[in-house]
């Protein structure tokens, strides 16, 4: 039997802007912090420079980390995914870079030659004139503007292996769902994360969050779509546009978004697909029900095409749709992009379990490097952490998807259709 390849696609921040953002990792902010700061940033437009300051307590400083992006992944089931042989994380993943749509020549007539920095790999300016100086700098007596790049990634130099990961020791030889061990070994570290912050006046944390928030309840529709923080119909249509170029979707498959939120994206899919076809896992119901409620086009097409919604902070369908459900297609953006290590592994185990085992395809959304494409060191987080960031190292993340028996790999171009 033809084993299934289940593509898990990387993609990047919408728009090019950070947030400056100061929260413990297992510190659930409040929904007014989360949404007085969206609404901040959506006032004053694109383009902002904003920071991330991510608070390392352990390491007694704070470490500033800008939004970063990454390019896509695919993978397909291991043969023995038991982990009982140890083994490598797998290839590397290649560099890549992606230059703009549209573009005839890497630089623009008025600034010809490309450079790069004595270290670098790609070209990352054009200059006016064909002269380098020693050291960084790239034009020598010259102007320079960047090229026209839609994304540049750069891959660690060196990978582990997957017995070098202290998960992989603790996962050995057991059984799933292996997301439970790893959430039970990282609950203390959670409770510690917490105990520190509430010691320095940040309040109550919560120990291992999944994302459920409780205070959405009372939520409007405004409140409800700027919770997300995706620009409204245009990040949905560049996902439906993805999802098309890279998954093969026809409207007969049944098809699985992890993460609807208020439908952004889920309109254009509920739309392509046949009646019956989509289920939505998403832990805060209300973002779609309001969201719905107040757009007649979503709620005729909700009446047209039977959706069904699943609320649950686990990813699973299986409890509502039965443990022999099996999806053709699955989709998940911005969501393992903020997600602890123990939810990814979490994600991977319930697709190795509800794709289709003939051809069945996945794709969602992570951070392995900065908006240069430059990779950032894992932030091995222990809960929930929206509206910040969790980034991941590739060569782990291969190797988590290895022990829930499938297969990572990348695919960078399909970071396109989010950058147009």
Not at 368 to 389: K, R, T
Request: proline fraction near 6%.
């Amino acid at each position: 039997m033809k084993l299934p390849v289940v593509a898990l696609l990387v993609l990047a921040t919408l728009t090019l802007f950070t947030i400056v953002f100061l929260q413990s990792q297992a510190v659930g902010p409040s929904t007014d912090d989360i949404l007085n700061l969206l609404q901040s940033l959506h006032e004053q437009g694109e383009g902002i420079s904003v920071h991330i300051a991510r608070l390392e307590h352990r390491l007694g400083h704070l470490e500033e980390r800008p939004l970063g992006a990454a390019p896509a992944l695919a993978f397909e089931r291991e043969a023995d995914p038991s982990g009982a042989q140890g083994g490598s994380a797998g290839a590397p993943a290649e560099s890549a870079i992606l230059y703009a749509p549209g573009a005839t020549s890497l630089c623009p007539k008025s600034h010809p030659f490309p450079f790069r920095q004595d270290d670098g790999e790609f070209a990352r300016h054009c200059c006016t004139v064909q002269v380098r100086c020693q050291g960084h700098q790239e034009c020598c007596g010259g102007e320079q503007v960047p090229v026209p790049v839609t994304y540049v990634y750069e891959p660690p130099r060196e990978e582990l292996r997957c017995e070098d990961f202290s998960w992989w020791h603790l996962l050995k030889g057991k059984k799933g769902p292996l997301w439970q061990l790893m959430k039970a070994d990282a609950t203390p570290r959670s409770k510690a994360d917490s105990d520190a912050m509430k010691a320095m006046g940040y309040g109550e944390g919560r120990i291992t969050w999944a994302g459920e928030d409780g205070d959405l309840q009372d939520a409007d529709t405004a409140k409800a779509r700027l919770y997300v923080g995706s620009r409204w119909l245009v990040s949905g249509s560049q996902q439906m546009q993805g999802a098309k170029a890279f998954m093969g979707l026809a409207p007969h498959q049944r098809f699985l978004e992890i993460g609807c939120g208020a439908l952004n994206a889920g309109q254009f899919f509920m739309d392509f697909f046949n009646p019956g076809s989509y289920v939505c896992v998403e832990p805060n119901d209300v973002l779609h029900r309001k969201s719905a409620a107040a757009n007649a086009s979503i709620t005729k097409i909700i009446d047209q095409k039977k959706p069904e919604f699943i609320t649950r902070d686990d990813f699973d369908p299986r409890p509502k749709m039965g443990d022999g459900y099996r999806f053709d297609r699955a989709w998940s953006h911005s969501v393992l992009s903020h997600a602890a290590d123990w939810q990814l592994m979490q994600y991977f185990e319930v697709v190795a379990a509800t794709i289709n085992p003939d051809g069945g395809l996945a794709m969602a959304s992570l951070r392995f490097s900065d908006v240069n494409g430059v990779s950032m060191e894992a932030s091995h987080d222990h809960s929930w952490i929206y509206p910040s960031v969790s980034y991941f190292d590739f060569g782990e993340a291969r190797c988590l998807a290895r022990r829930a028996g499938l297969h990572l790999e990348a695919v960078p171009e399909a970071r396109l259709f989010h950058t147009q």
